[in-house]
């Protein structure tokens, strides 16, 4: 089986969409401190039961999350079934620590698997491969186990073989019971938990049984430290479909030993929290989100971006206010998104090229001093549009461009020779289509 080939026939429709929902909430969205907070405060079990006992989010509305992740060009979302703190968001028959069993008595995944398909999205589920609440997961010693250095536990055996049945069953139960599931997202490996440590390879192929065109992240064998075999030029079974680069926008893209291209999606939050936090108001502007989505794009990526709804099922209102400027800008300019990667010219200086077959995307960040000049295009242009409403830019040539002869020059303005504003500050996209 040639793993590449069937990896990119799998992401074709992923590398098209480009730009995704991810959503983290579950218990820790109460105490509002982030989805590590179980472990960060070395919290038990039994401590962090009165949030199980009190979850009670009255306002979950996942068709207006639906809405709204679509008014916003987002294409696909991917939610948490599962986080670290092994509390389940579905109605998993392998557990009573779930949703259906606190304050909400509701399938908090199936209602999100159907309000996302009805709005025309992809759906994805990320589940935690790590889980501490399970009794069989290693505590005393683990590297991120909120009892990792609790004297109590450390001659506590754990039968790691029944957490993995226990992990593999709620797989099957993800597979089977919530209609096509179109990416499962897992997180993460570490130290000696890698690979064949979670059974990867039996994982794998149950997966690809119950959903033949899931893709799946490289997280079985890596996480955000590291992107594994996927970047080698013999993947192991389990390297998944796509790296997933954290809070960082690869320097180059993504390319295998070969230098063949690897599918990749940089997943964002808004804030410095993936879960829901309080106290974060360090939100990014929506001018830096969507020109990050373009720097994904520009390099053949995709952006997870994420959303921390909070205790009671809400969106934060600075998320919402984020989503809706996206929004505006998505609607005039989706198009030097959806379909496109990486461009035939290099990166020029005053921001970024997408590109679709031979529809040239300008994404001009930085106003220039008199016309703006793009090298490489001389007698290739049948015409030229301002992406955002159609109009049509003149290739010009006015009296102080005489002495570069390779570049073709636009400006947004008259007199052509002198500086113009951009027609939009966060990002005003010229669309080239190519002769
Ligand atoms: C890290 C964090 C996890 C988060 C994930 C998102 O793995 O442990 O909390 O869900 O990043 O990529």
């Given at each position: 089986?040639?793993?590449?080939k069937?990896?990119?026939?799998r ?7 480009r730009?995704?929902?991810?959503i ?21 079990k ?11 989010p ?10 709204v992740?679509?008014n ?20 998993s028959?392998?557990t ?13 995944i199936k209602?999100y698997?159907?309000?996302?398909r009805?709005?025309?999205?992809k ?22 186990h ?7 536990y450390?001659d ?5 073989e029944r957490?993995?049945e226990?992990m ?58 590291n ?13 998944g ?8 926008i ?11 291209p ?17 106290e ?11 020109r990050?989505?373009?720097e ?5 990526g995709?952006?997870l971006?994420?959303?921390g ?8 209102e600075?998320?919402?206010?984020i989503?809706?400027?996206?929004d505006?800008w998505?609607?005039q ?16 200086e ?19 001093i ?14 030229a549009?301002?992406?955002s ?10 009296w ?17 020779h ?8 966060i ?6 289509e190519?002769?």
């Amino acid at each position: 089986m040639d793993l590449v080939k069937e990896r990119n026939k799998r992401t074709a429709w992923f590398l098209k969409d480009r730009f995704g929902m991810f959503i983290h909430w579950g218990l820790y969205s109460i105490p509002a401190r982030g989805e590590w907070v179980m472990t960060n405060e070395k919290m038990s079990k039994e401590e962090y039961m009165q949030y199980f006992e009190e979850f009670d989010p009255i306002f979950y509305d996942p068709k207006y999350w639906a809405k709204v992740a679509k008014n916003s060009g987002m294409k696909y979302a991917v939610m948490t079934a599962k986080h670290h703190d092994g509390f389940c968001l579905f109605d998993s028959k392998l557990t009573d620590y779930k949703s259906t069993n606190t304050k909400a008595r509701r399938d908090l995944i199936k209602e999100y698997v159907d309000a996302f398909r009805t709005e025309g999205l992809k759906v994805g589920l990320y589940y935690s491969i790590i889980d501490w609440h399970h009794d069989d997961f290693p505590h005393y010693g683990d590297r991120h186990h909120p009892m990792r250095d609790n004297e109590k536990y450390k001659d506590v055996k754990h039968n790691f073989e029944r957490y993995l049945e226990y992990m593999h069953g709620q797989v099957r139960e993800l597979c089977t019971n919530y209609g096509k599931i179109d990416i499962l997202w897992f997180d993460f490996s570490y130290d000696d938990m890698t690979g064949e440590k979670w059974k990867a390879t039996k994982l794998i192929n149950m997966v690809r049984e119950l959903q033949p065109d899931v893709i799946i992240d490289n997280r079985l064998e890596a996480s955000g430290e590291n992107s594994g075999s996927i970047m080698t030029n013999n993947p192991n079974f389990y390297a998944g479909d796509f790296a997933s680069p954290e809070q960082i926008i690869p320097p180059e893209g993504i390319v295998d030993e070969n230098g063949n291209p690897v599918p990749w999606e940089a997943c964002i939050t808004m804030n410095n929290h993936w879960g829901y936090s309080s106290e974060d108001k360090n939100f990014k502007s929506p001018k830096m989100i969507i020109r990050k989505l373009v720097e994904c794009v520009s390099k053949n990526g995709n952006l997870l971006l994420n959303i921390g709804p909070n205790a009671k099922g809400e969106i934060p209102e600075e998320s919402l206010r984020i989503l809706e400027a996206i929004d505006k800008w998505m609607k005039q300019n989706g198009n030097s998104i959806y379909n496109c990667g990486k461009s035939m010219l290099p990166k020029p200086e005053w921001g970024y090229f997408t590109q679709n077959q031979n529809k040239l995307y300008a994404h001009i960040f930085d106003g220039s001093i008199g016309p703006l000049g793009i090298q490489g295009l001389n007698g290739k242009v049948k015409k030229a549009r301002l992406l955002s409403d159609g109009s049509e830019l003149k290739l010009i040539k006015p009296w102080n461009t005489m002495d570069y002869n390779d570049y073709i020059f636009i400006n947004f303005g008259k007199p052509e020779h002198l500086t113009h504003p951009l027609p939009d500050d966060i990002d005003t996209v010229v669309e080239f289509e190519l002769l």
